[in-house]
């Protein structure tokens, strides 16, 4: 089974500031991965699909890349909004493996 | 409205049973391969299963393999998960999710208790 594995587990930033979130999986997946924001009590909200490629409605100051076994999400200039645990997620059409997620807080 | 919702969810002895159903609205269901992802109370997301649009083809992770089973019905576009011989780990909140670009519809979630 594929495995993923995020880091940091936490991240404390402030309001303006630019983060990256790391996920590694542990066998190439090209690029079927996705980029998830949660907030308590809500439902998972996709922000980011095939490594790259921004869902519709979400503000541009999100952005993915990587390819194989090495992904990145970057959030350029944090909003209050975002402050929420974001996961990484390889699919495949066979499994849908989740990293254990990274908290964002504010510093 | 893209909409899923979620039902079934509820408090089960362990070792017994439960079925949860997603309909779907909004659009056309038998397009799209669709999943179920649960959330324990205060962890991560873990993906269960998938299946297929057409409902032919179904993948499970190993922890519910031989005890849940994915299931759809296109003319009443709906999705189901039947699960048998819970236990005390299977307690979560139960999502359904559609395939499109990646999992991006998902339901609001139904909470499943397995409590003696």
């Known amino acids: 089974d594929i495995q993923m594995t995020q880091s940091p587990s936490t991240l404390s930033a402030s309001v303006g500031d630019r983060v990256t979130i790391t996920c590694r999986a542990s066998?190439?997946?090209?690029?079927?991965l996705a980029w998830y924001q949660q907030k308590p009590g809500k439902a998972p909200k996709l922000l980011i699909y095939k490594a790259s490629s921004l869902e519709s409605g979400v503000p541009s100051r999100f952005s993915g890349s990587g390819s194989g076994t090495e992904f990145t999400l970057t959030i350029s200039g944090l909003q209050p909004d975002d402050f929420a645990t974001y996961y990484c997620q390889q699919y495949n059409g066979y499994s849908g493996t989740f990293g254990q997620g990274t908290k964002l807080e504010i510093k | 409205q893209v909409q899923l919702v979620e039902s079934g969810g509820g408090l089960v002895k362990p070792g017994g049973s439960l079925r949860l159903s997603c309909a779907a609205s909004?659009?056309?269901?038998?397009?799209?391969?669709m999943s179920w992802v649960r959330q324990a109370p205060g962890k991560g997301l873990v993906w269960l299963s998938y299946i297929s649009s057409s409902g032919s083809t179904f993948h499970y992770a190993d922890s519910v393999k031989g005890r849940f089973t994915i299931s759809r019905d296109n003319a009443k576009n709906s999705l189901y998960l039947q699960m048998n011989s819970l236990r005390d780990e299977d307690t979560a909140v139960y999502y359904c999710?559609?395939?499109?670009?990646?999992?991006?519809?998902w339901g609001q979630g139904t909470m499943v208790t397995v409590s003696s």
């Open positions: 066998q190439s997946i090209d690029n079927w």
């Open positions: 909004g659009f056309i269901f038998k397009d799209y391969y």
């Open positions: 999710a559609r395939e499109g670009h990646a999992f991006d519809i």
